[in-house]
């Protein structure tokens, strides 16, 4: 499947498919620099599951409507009067939920960061599994120049990523990243001119989808157990063990090997 545009509930959430077995969300709040409000961050929920349709599709990519990727939160219009209840409504409940969904998305997930990403957005993008950033970006965490403390599990995900002393610095000084620096971090996998960072994002996708998608899944579901559980039960290792083997009595594990000894494309079956 590729071209053409879908339904997500809403116009601030844009769903594409650019390329075969690739799907694209784009945030698109161009009013208040793409920032996430209840209306984007229900659709990342109610349209991320619908995305898992067999082997159809196979990388999901996550953007933002030029100039920026998003700029966090949408917390600048909520009144006074109501602003504690308000604010705490939007932080705890859709952005948690958005997140926990796009985490247990079963294929891989590439955040574009196609301009600047701040704040929650950028807990959105590490929340996926990989990120190609526009080098013309900024990345930053403003949560210490706005008097919040954040959430656990975001730091855990930051921790995870970048690993403690780096999130302490994001966090500590509320400063932002320039591209360069997000990727000597770690932060962002690679870097693109912002020119060419959409047909990059693209290309990267395609290049992933085309893999075997029974190996994709396998990986990205054992990455996560090795993730939660640095010290594995028994049944997790059984688990993770009897996961590799079921490669070996798959149809596509010897379409793959037939393919590579005549050097022509695989045709997976997911099976």
Known sequence: MSGGEAETGTDKLKLDFPAEAV???TISNPAKRNALDHEILDAITATVPKLDRGIEIRCLIITGADPMFSAGYDIGGIPDESFSEDAEALVAHPFPAALETLGAYPWPTLAALNGHCLGGALELAITCDLRICSDAAKLGMPPAKLGLIYGHTGLRRFIETIGAPR?????FTGQNLTADRAEEI??????SAKAELEADSIELAALIAANAPLSMKGNKQ??????ENPVLSDAQEKELVELRESCFHSE??????????EKRKPNWTGR
């Open 23 to 25: 799907a694209r969300l």
């Open 167 to 171: 999130t302490r610095e994001m966090f």
């Open 186 to 191: 770690n932060l962002v996998n690679r870097l």
């Open 222 to 227: 054992a990455i996560g157990t090795l993730l």
């Open 252 to 261: 596509d594990f010897k379409e793959g090997i037939r393919a590579f000894a």
